[in-house]
């Protein structure tokens, strides 16, 4: 069991009272088809660990801003790293963002192991979910401790970002029914403080490069809960593209953030690394310390994780052990290697933590908003952290 995590309090004996309170605060999917996805107790963390893990995440956030501006342009790192090539001119075209901000939305994933020894394991800085169950669940329950969240200045950080890209459309796949979706651009847009309207993607279309809602309304700027891999794969993909690249639509997160998305930009970095190129002898700690060995081909003599480049909610991740045997592979999520290549990265193991619905592994969460490392978020799963994970919050001690 984590030498590090602390699991405090029992679940209160009237759930459906505490599920229904969370539900009017915008967490409306606490329960999951009947199925517990909240788990109502809170893991503490000492203070020393989580100021460990901002600082992880401020010099790590500014490595991979540099390995992106290496990267730009560089239409064999392109390749090399996952790019669709239908997204090659639009990245090529568009002026990439000011130092820290190539993705205002993002979040690290963290492996900690029971020592307090902290690996990246991956960065979402496109369409990261989990922000309502950071930003309102999270302090929620911290409160009803009589805690104080170190999340709390979330909101603020959005108002900031939303308030430099001013969006007038924030959109996602199946809005207004499919909870988590619905759920996050509803408390993003809320948090904005701003009168932006709520789409479904699925209802937008696009004429003479320009994007429309179904009533003919011209989106100029939009952030969307929408990979932008996807734009390879979908019937409307090239026209987006073509609106971006021609100015007529202007997305946030913006085009960018997709070579930060992709965990291939990891195995760039620890080549570059390994290569004595780009950084210097601070980033090369901060990498060393922080960053797990990542190729491009499976290379390792010890145990070693597959997962796709553009892989989300576990799908694609595939477990080898020492002697390079498979040994668990997720099958719940969406394989997208059938679509992207892969990487391959050294294996870190999760802290365990016993819960009121028994033991799982923990994965260590941290968004950075704006450029600023400012939430925790923590999920309960198995050692591949998939779609059927729970939420547990995070706190310090």
Known sequence: ???????????????????????????????????????????????????????????????????????????????????????????????????????????????????????????????????????????????????????????????????????????????????????TIEALVRHSGLDIACEDCLELWIDNGYVKNKYGRVIERMFALYPKEWMSVDDAGEALSYAIETGRLAIFNPPHSILLQSKGLMAAVWGLYELGLLFNEEERETISRYILPTYNKPVFSGSFVSKSMFGREGGSVRLFDAAGRLELEDRDGYDSSVLFPSVYQKRAELTRIETAFGEFHLLTGMFVINGRPCGLLGRAGGLITGNTSHFIALGVK
């Open 1 to 183: 069991m984590s030498g590090v995590f602390e699991v405090v309090g029992t679940p209160h004996p009237d759930r459906e009272s505490r599920v229904k309170q969370l539900y009017e605060l915008g967490f409306t999917w606490a329960d999951l088809e009947e199925e517990p996805y909240w788990v109502d107790q809170m893991v503490l963390m000492p203070q020393a660990l989580y100021d460990e893990l901002v600082l992880a995440s401020s010099k790590l956030w500014m490595v991979l801003d540099k390995t992106v501006r290496y990267v730009h342009r560089r239409r064999d790192l392109y390749e090399l790293i996952g790019i669709p090539p239908i997204l090659w001119e639009m990245l090529d075209l568009a002026p990439l963002a000011e130092p820290g901000l190539i993705s205002r939305y993002a979040r690290f994933d963290f492996a900690v192991a029971d020592d307090g020894t902290i690996k990246l394991l991956e960065l979402n800085a496109d369409t990261p979910t989990g922000y309502v169950e950071a930003s309102i669940a999270t302090p929620w329950m911290a409160e009803q401790a009589g805690m104080v969240s170190p999340n709390a200045g979330m909101k603020d950080q959005v108002a900031q970002a939303w308030g430099a890209e001013r969006p007038d459309t924030a959109a996602c796949v199946g809005y207004g029914w499919h909870m988590e979706d619905s759920g």
